[in-house]
């Protein structure tokens, strides 16, 4: 991140961006596959569960610039966590926005977070662990 952000000033936001939001949507998508992986009781069953529901979850990041300004598809792409971290990181690399904006554009990423943190509590009722001998 150095080399890449030499000469200019942007270390400083890229290790904010991945502090806040890199880091947080990867514990969500980690703790999301632990808790598929709770209910499932198969770690492979859980494991491509996971990716599809990753899959899922970048495919608003693909659809073109028109589509997302209109319809269905402002809506997906708006609420979409990995397309409001792009965004994120497009403002406060590139249109260099305020930390106000930067925060609120990163907004369905925490609250993707707080609903897989719901999602983790429940699915942790389901865990027992077995005695040993």
Known sequence: MIALTAGTNL??????YIL???TVFIIS???????????LSSTKNALMYAIILFVIAI???????????????????VSSPVSSSML???DAM?????FGAFVMDGLPVYIFFC??????????KKVSFLGGE
Request: aromatic residues 8%.
């Open 94 to 98: 590139v249109n260099k926005v305020g």
């Open 59 to 77: 495919i608003p990041m693909f659809l073109s610039t028109t589509m997302k300004k209109v319809g269905f598809a402002h809506l997906v792409d």
């Open 88 to 90: 994120a990181m497009k």
């Open 20 to 22: 806040c939001n890199g």
């Open 115 to 124: 609903i897989v943190l719901l999602v983790c509590i429940g699915a942790s």
């Open 29 to 39: 998508f980690a703790a999301l596959s632990l808790a598929i992986s709770a209910w």
């Open 11 to 16: 270390f400083p936001i890229v290790l904010l």
